[in-house]
């Protein structure tokens, strides 16, 4: 009986090897059978979204799921990039939010000038000592200057490019609650045009205001959150019976003004106010009804906030859709705090910012240039 019980043991453990054998070969037959299209999902969207567009276009007609993942980061627009302005020296970086590198360019033009705004990859700055308003496009190093113009607490805008004739640059400051004075100027222009305008509301002008150029008109966003159109051509100004967007209680603490932010995207005024322990909120103004809607979604678009100018895009990584980023980077200068929409937090967790400690003029996001491997 002793011998027969062995070989059955014997047999038994022949059988669970035998078995044992089999299923590795099976599993290493499997493996062997897998191809690249077998990826996860997540790992093929990590891989697409660092291709050239030109290579993930080629890459999508491999097969099904490479079509989806290739297509879902798709990149046909460029992220603006974070650019910083050092308190000494001339060597300014820039922060690519998309690749999370910074790049670095010495400008000695910028010596003793100060940021007011950016738009189509140009810089808006002023000289305090010399009240020298130019612009300066720093990566193609072209000087466009301005007539002198003494600017205290206002902030200033344009509307497009210098080269374009119809670029026009657009200040506000208030000189009582109830009269503003309008300077506007163009490139080629030997002095600014000053005008004093009646509110018929109030409107106080503070370098904490927000300018953006949509639709033909200027739009200032007071402090206290009113709404002024300035119309260059017909030079019209008006400040609109809009009640201001309805924020939270909350969001009306100390430095409460200074998380504010304005940006235009396809003929809509966008507006987001913040708190830096609670979720932003979004307004985008509805010109038919003449009120602020509060946005839940971005509808994949992607807004770049910062104090003095901010920017919106489509058609970024699909990491980056509907989402904002705002001026501020952590983790040693590898990461761009943003907000997510679709996941309602922030990136990274727990990074919301207070904006009171941030000096407005420290950084601004601007337009990338489409190539900058020859002087970076």
Avoid at 274 to 295: A, G, R
């Amino acid at each position: 009986m002793g011998g027969r019980k062995r070989r059955k043991v014997k047999l038994l453990s022949a059988r669970v090897a035998d078995d044992k054998r089999r299923r590795t070969m099976n599993k290493k037959a499997m493996l062997e059978m897998q191809t690249w299209s077998d990826l996860p999902l997540e790992l093929l969207e990590l891989i697409f979204c660092r291709l050239s567009l030109e290579d993930n276009i080629r890459s999508s007609i491999a097969c099904k799921r490479w079509n989806t993942a290739a297509i879902s980061v798709r990149v046909v627009n460029h992220s603006p990039w974070l650019m910083y302005f050092p308190k000494f020296g001339n060597m300014y970086e820039f922060y690519d939010p998309a690749q999370r590198k910074t790049y670095s360019l010495e400008l000695p033009e910028l010596y003793g000038s100060r940021v007011c705004y950016t738009k189509d990859g140009w810089l808006l700055l002023y000289r305090p000592r010399t009240n020298r308003v130019f612009f300066f496009n720093p990566f193609s190093r072209e000087v466009v200057k301005l007539p002198r113009l003494e600017l205290t607490y206002q902030i200033v805008a344009f509307s497009c490019a210098p080269a374009s004739n119809t670029c026009a640059v657009f200040t506000v400051r208030h000189i009582s609650p109830t009269i503003v004075a309008i300077s506007t100027c163009h490139p080629g222009a030997t002095e600014w045009v000053t005008v004093n305008y009646q509110n018929r509301l109030p409107f106080v002008s503070s370098i904490w205001n927000k300018i953006v150029f949509c639709n033909g008109f200027f739009y200032c966003l007071s402090l206290t959150g009113w709404l002024g159109v300035f119309d260059p051509l017909e030079r019209t100004w008006n400040v609109l019976a809009l009640p201001p967007p309805k924020c939270p209680e909350n969001f009306f603490e100390k430095n409460w003004w200074k998380g504010k932010f304005m940006s235009e995207h396809d003929g809509d005024i966008l507006v987001i106010y913040t708190c830096c322990s609670e979720s932003p909120i979004i307004f985008k103004l509805d010109q038919s009804k003449m009120f602020w809607q509060e946005m839940k979604t971005l509808d994949g678009m992607t807004l770049f906030a910062s104090f003095l100018s901010s920017h919106s895009r489509i058609d970024l990584p699909g990491m980056m859709r509907n989402s904002v980023y705002f001026s501020k980077v952590r983790f040693f200068g590898k990461r761009c705090i943003s907000y997510s929409l679709d996941d309602c937090r922030y990136y990274p967790r727990k990074q919301c910012h207070d904006w009171g400690e941030q000096d407005p003029f420290e950084n601004i996001w601007i337009e990338p240039p489409e190539d900058f491997s020859s002087f970076i």
